[in-house]
């Protein structure tokens, strides 16, 4: 046989051993290395920080819808008067309220309820009853007609020591607030998936670079560049895919095990996932799997044409 015909034979042995068991990319790619454990690290790390992302998105956002209709719900009116004239100044800005157009039944506060509420300023030990602390009344907001500056005009006028609160001091800055934390979870989301995409590129990249010699035979033997491009993309989307779901399962763990709102003080309220939410972080790994297909192809692609 001729040197010429033996190679040829060795060549075309090698092509089919390339294209046998699984695809060319079980041989041309290998499967240890530095790369692949950069893949799997980079998309698993980066997985585990989107489930803390997408949580932050979701419970900031349902906690600015919670802020908004529960404090828009209701208002409070404090009534303040000496203390022989509080009662008399508490009823008759009761009567008020009792006929305000779109209100519903005021509600005095109990003493126990006020001295809770004044416990994170002077401790639970506080005598309530011993202290000018004035009345409060919470007032529910019923119908639409309700006027909320008329109201507070004939406070002014038939019971000069009762203010109206409508919580808009307190309203505004706190769904304010949730709603740039929802935008920030967003944002870290998108930088997210740009830096799984930026480290995928250069693992492919230095994967190429390592099988340079591979794939110069395999051009000899007539393979196309799109032929081994997915090999690569092949490859690295099995290594995004297989990371990104260890490192979701490891971030919905953590979630899980995460305070509640009792424990927590009420403070990490809604912090979380809840009901069909859950599912939202299944999505990760296949987010993962597609930015790996196409960082993985346009780095093949962009190597390969550039170097013939």
Known sequence: MKGRDFRALNLGALWQGLMRDGGAGNRIVPPTGFTAQLTLFSAGAMAFLAVFA????????????????????????????????????????MQVLATTPGAGQPRLLPSDEVADLLVPWFGPDMPVDALPVPSLIELPVAGEDFDAEGLRLRLQAEAPGAVLDDHTEWRRPLVTAANRLRVLGIVSLLLIGAASASMITLAAKAALAANGQVIRVLRLIGARDITIATAFVRRFTKRAAIGATVGTLCGMAGIAMLPGMSAAGGFLTGLGFQGWGWLLPLLIPVIAAAVGFFATRWAALTMLGAVR
Do not use: F
């Not at 949580?55 to 828009?72: F, P, Y």
């Not at 022989?84 to 508490?90: K, L, S, W």
């Open 54 to 93: 997408l949580a932050l998105a979701l419970a900031t956002g349902r906690l600015a819808e919670r802020w908004s209709s529960e404090l828009a719900g209701s208002v409070t009116v404090r009534v303040s008067a000496p203390m022989d004239e509080q009662a008399a100044a508490t009823q008759a800005t």
